[in-house]
């Protein structure tokens, strides 16, 4: 019964409720197939990969990247709901293929400025398509569209709408910290807003079409034709599921010093998103946010899944009349806070550090992203990521990327001081390919007092390394290992000097230019 960990699993399970409910009502309305959609595919997808998926405290459901795409997927398909419920049915299809094969493995690979460009891009379509409802207009179905129409939207407010709708981004950019350790902001706006809103019967826009019935199958087309002309739609829809789903474990593997099977995840994930095509409900992936929620509460075991999806069940049951009466502005207000948080802000403070090939990539997958389709910011920036660093490898073709056997004169210092300083070389190019196998090594180094990492490439550090640096940094401060960082190359010395804002573990004094200097001071220290 104590392996069960059943209370800690029911504490992690209702906080991970309590941010999933109006993130599922949001997301299923910004999808275009509704708030029941979006909050049954929470119920759904966390009762299936509770049974089936990694015995891990992942908590799935609706997520802005899927809702954002299943919308693109409405858009592209006319509103024709049968059609879209194949696309969803075809991409789930597609994430159980992928499940079976390496690809899991691989997906960890993507570099960093796609990844970056895509997500703030994500969150810059939430934002733009979810202003016109805030003031109470329409909602649009494409960013262009949205943008286009501003000036009508700007003056025709509905007055109203704006109020309530500005109130809640209020409260969701200020609520005081003391106050959400216990509640979610957007718990409290949702609950708020709503209770104002009926009790001073403003008249506003409300969701009013949430059924506490039992979502019925639904039998999706089907035709040759249909999977020739959706494959990019699907493949995109399966290829984000995953790359989320796998983020969310990597993160939740850290927090819980556990390893998760990826390929299992991503099986779950795929069945899982069936159930859910097939009863037209909203397809999801693992949730980061409310994973790391219901851990930091006690969660242990996918139990935690469970427990969720019952207390979903429970809400919805319980409450239906209040959800009918939530406003839609009030859950525009929410998606706004939601795209805020999905934009990759941090990496604003590394852009004057980065190689400007990686400012491109970024730039040109986030234009892509917003303005012109998913599936095409995807895979050019890939392409264009690949193509610039096989330019680099071609103007380093005596690169290698591993780290190096120890020098004798290097093994004798290490002996000596009996394995409390470690000496390691980053030989070749300290770029995203390499960031995984680099970065694990970091958790090996047992009994250590002080690294001495020294990197003899003169190719400046990428957005990934610089966040893989700032990462090594971190796992060794927790470690209370000592970071020695030894750059031989002028520029690349120059450039980590320069990180105040990224490198803010580290004293500049630890870092040199000759490895015999950090030996010496690190002998010193040890003594």
């Given at each position: 019964?104590?392996?069960?960990?059943?209370?800690?699993?029911?504490?992690?399970?209702?906080?991970?409720?309590?941010?999933?409910?109006p993130?599922?009502?949001?997301?299923?309305?910004?999808?275009?197939?509704?708030?029941?959609?979006?909050?049954?595919?929470?119920?759904?997808?966390?009762?299936?990969?509770?049974?089936?998926g990694?015995?891990?405290?992942?908590v799935?459901g609706?997520?802005?990247?899927?809702?954002?795409i299943?919308?693109?997927?409405?858009?592209?398909?006319?509103?024709?709901?049968?059609?879209?419920?194949?696309?969803?049915?075809?991409?789930?299809?597609?994430?159980?293929?992928?499940s079976?094969?390496?690809?899991?493995?691989?997906?960890?690979?993507?570099?960093?400025?796609?990844?970056s460009?895509?997500?703030?891009?994500?969150?810059?379509i939430?934002?733009?398509?979810?202003?016109?409802?805030?003031?109470?207009?329409k909602?649009?179905?494409?960013?262009?569209e949205a943008?286009?129409?501003?000036?009508?939207?700007?003056?025709?407010?509905d007055?109203n709408s704006?109020?309530?709708?500005?109130?809640?981004?209020?409260?969701?950019?200020?609520?005081?910290k003391?106050?959400?350790?216990?509640?979610?902001?957007?718990?409290?706006a949702?609950?708020?807003?709503?209770?104002?809103?009926?009790?001073?019967?403003?008249?506003?826009?409300?969701?009013?079409?949430v059924?506490?019935?039992?979502?019925?199958?639904?039998?999706?087309?089907?035709?040759?034709?249909?999977?020739?002309?959706?494959?990019?739609?699907?493949?995109?829809?399966?290829?984000?599921?995953?790359?989320?789903?796998?983020?969310?474990?990597?993160i939740?593997?850290?927090?819980?010093?556990?390893?998760?099977?990826?390929?299992k995840?991503?099986?779950?994930?795929?069945?899982?998103?069936?159930?859910?095509?097939?009863?037209?409900?909203?397809?999801?992936?693992?949730?980061?946010?409310?994973?790391?929620?219901?851990?930091?509460?006690?969660?242990?075991?996918?139990?935690?899944?469970?427990?969720?999806?019952?207390?979903?069940?429970?809400?919805?049951?319980?409450?239906?009349?209040?959800i009918?009466?939530?406003?839609?502005?009030?859950?525009?207000?929410i998606?706004?806070?939601?795209?805020?948080?999905?934009?990759?802000?941090?990496?604003?403070?590394?852009?004057?550090?980065a190689?400007?090939?990686?400012?491109?990539?970024?730039?040109?997958v986030?234009?892509?992203?917003?303005?012109?389709?998913?599936v095409?910011?995807?895979?050019?920036?890939i392409?264009?990521?690949s193509?610039?660093?096989?330019?680099r490898?071609?103007?380093?073709?005596?690169?290698?990327?591993?780290?190096?056997d120890?020098?004798?004169?290097e093994?004798?210092i290490?002996?000596?001081?009996?394995?409390?300083i470690?000496?390691?070389?980053?030989?070749?190019?300290?770029?995203?390919?390499?960031?995984?196998?680099?970065?694990?090594?970091?958790?090996?180094?047992?009994?250590?007092?002080?690294?001495?990492?020294?990197?003899?490439?003169?190719?400046?550090?990428?957005?990934?390394?610089?966040?893989?640096?700032?990462?090594i940094?971190?796992?060794?401060k927790?470690?209370?290992?000592?970071l020695?960082?030894?750059?031989?190359?002028?520029?690349?010395?120059?450039?980590?000097?320069?990180?105040?804002?990224?490198?803010?573990?580290?004293?500049?004094?630890?870092?040199?230019?000759?490895?015999?200097?950090?030996?010496?001071?690190?002998?010193?220290?040890?003594?």
């Amino acid at each position: 019964m104590n392996n069960l960990n059943l209370k800690g699993n029911l504490f992690g399970a209702i906080t991970a409720s309590i941010i999933a409910f109006p993130q599922a009502l949001a997301f299923g309305v910004a999808s275009g197939l509704g708030a029941s959609a979006g909050l049954w595919g929470a119920i759904i997808l966390s009762i299936i990969t509770g049974l089936f998926g990694c015995n891990i405290p992942i908590v799935s459901g609706p997520t802005g990247p899927s809702s954002i795409i299943i919308a693109t997927i409405i858009l592209s398909l006319n509103n024709d709901l049968k059609s879209v419920l194949f696309v969803l049915l075809f991409a789930s299809i597609l994430q159980i293929i992928i499940s079976l094969t390496s690809i899991p493995k691989f997906i960890k690979y993507v570099p960093y400025p796609v990844i970056s460009g895509f997500l703030t891009g994500i969150g810059l379509i939430i934002i733009i398509l979810q202003i016109s409802p805030l003031l109470g207009g329409k909602i649009y179905a494409s960013t262009t569209e949205a943008i286009k129409n501003y000036p009508i939207i700007l003056t025709n407010i509905d007055l109203n709408s704006a109020i309530i709708g500005i109130i809640t981004l209020f409260i969701l950019f200020f609520m005081p910290k003391i106050i959400t350790k216990f509640l979610p902001s957007q718990l409290i706006a949702l609950i708020i807003m709503t209770i104002a809103v009926a009790l001073l019967n403003i008249d506003v826009e409300k969701i009013s079409s949430v059924s506490f019935a039992l979502p019925q199958f639904q039998m999706p087309n089907f035709s040759l034709n249909l999977i020739s002309s959706t494959l990019t739609l699907a493949l995109t829809l399966a290829f984000i599921s995953s790359s989320e789903s796998l983020l969310t474990g990597i993160i939740v593997d850290s927090l819980t010093k556990t390893r998760h099977d990826s390929k299992k995840l991503i099986l779950a994930q795929g069945v899982g998103n069936i159930f859910c095509a097939l009863t037209g409900s909203m397809n999801g992936a693992a949730a980061t946010m409310r994973s790391v929620a219901a851990i930091k509460n006690g969660s242990t075991t996918k139990l935690t899944q469970l427990f969720s999806a019952l207390i979903l069940i429970m809400v919805l049951l319980k409450f239906n009349n209040f959800i009918s009466q939530i406003p839609i502005c009030v859950l525009s207000a929410i998606l706004i806070k939601i795209g805020y948080d999905i934009l990759d802000l941090k990496v604003i403070k590394v852009l004057k550090h980065a190689p400007k090939d990686d400012l491109f990539v970024l730039l040109a997958v986030l234009f892509l992203t917003v303005f012109y389709n998913l599936v095409s910011a995807l895979g050019i920036g890939i392409v264009l990521a690949s193509l610039l660093y096989a330019k680099r490898l071609a103007d380093n073709t005596n690169i290698k990327n591993k780290i190096q056997d120890y020098t004798k004169d290097e093994i004798k210092i290490e002996k000596e001081s009996h394995y409390k300083i470690r000496i390691l070389h980053i030989d070749g190019q300290f770029f995203f390919g390499s960031i995984s196998q680099i970065v694990s090594h970091f958790d090996e180094l047992l009994e250590t007092k002080f690294v001495i990492l020294t990197y003899s490439s003169n190719s400046l550090l990428d957005m990934s390394a610089i966040f893989a640096l700032e990462d090594i940094i971190v796992r060794l401060k927790a470690q209370k290992i000592k970071l020695y960082f030894v750059l031989e190359n002028d520029d690349v010395y120059n450039q980590v000097k320069s990180m105040d804002e990224v490198v803010n573990y580290i004293d500049k004094e630890c870092i040199f230019k000759d490895e015999n200097e950090a030996i010496k001071l690190a002998k010193d220290n040890l003594k």
